[in-house]
């Protein structure tokens, strides 16, 4: 008895470790690892399936604590807690979103070539709504299918909204009189309007244009 007894408190410990782990990995992943706030959906995921994991913890380590044996308490009952434990652990780790976190979340704008027909461009927002997003901008040279991504230093943590349409045209992209250097400008329709970089293709910089 005494030797089941050890495993059945080995199994139990381990399970409610298993199922805390999946309740961080859940916090880590609604919040982007704190990198945004909790929307909606995992609220709904937190209330579902990580406040009944955590009751299961805490009371597996009431009852630990208290040093529970089976003649005090019925085993089947507590194979039911670790059995609980270990089928909401799945679930937890599936529901977490990783993009934004350990996956770059990106938000374009439609493609467009430059009137000299050299590049093919377009805006790519990462992470947006989070305090790590940042923009780029994406080329594509023409001839040589040669792709590049320059960063681009707009606030894009102060956007708090964004219009998304079938064709969407967030930055223009105009040559100037020296080669391979281009004049960026934001348009109406991006948040952040007006915004000018000089962007030099060759060295991969965009420096803007106050």
């Not at 299961?56 to 807690?81: C, D, E, M, T």
């Not at 780790?93 to 993009?99: A, C, F, G, L």
């Not at 991504?149 to 909204?161: D, K, M, N, V, W």
């Amino acid at each position: 008895m005494k030797v089941l007894l050890k495993w059945i408190k080995i199994l139990w410990i381990l399970s409610a470790l298993i199922n805390f782990s999946g309740i961080i990995w859940l916090i880590l992943g609604s919040t982007a690892n704190f990198q945004r706030g909790i929307d909606l959906i995992a609220t709904v995921i937190i209330i579902g399936l990580g406040i009944p994991s955590l009751l299961l913890i805490v009371l597996s380590v009431i009852l630990l604590v208290r040093r529970w044996s089976p003649q005090r308490g019925g085993v089947l009952g507590i194979f039911a807690l670790i059995v609980s434990m270990l089928l909401l652990t799945p679930l937890l780790y599936k529901s977490v979103d990783t993009s934004g976190w350990l996956t770059e979340r990106v938000m374009t704008d439609s493609i467009q070539i430059t009137t000299d027909g050299h590049y093919e461009y377009n805006i790519e927002v990462v992470n947006i709504f989070q305090r790590n997003s940042y923009a780029r901008l994406y080329l594509k040279n023409v001839t040589t299918s040669e792709e590049n991504r320059i960063r681009l230093t707009l606030p894009i943590y102060e956007i708090h909204g964004i219009g998304i349409e079938k064709v969407n045209y967030w930055v223009k992209l105009e040559p100037t009189s020296e080669a391979d250097t281009y004049t960026l400008h934001t348009t109406k329709d991006f948040p952040l309007s007006g915004e000018r970089f000089e962007v030099d293709v060759i060295n991969g910089q965009a420096i803007k244009i106050e």
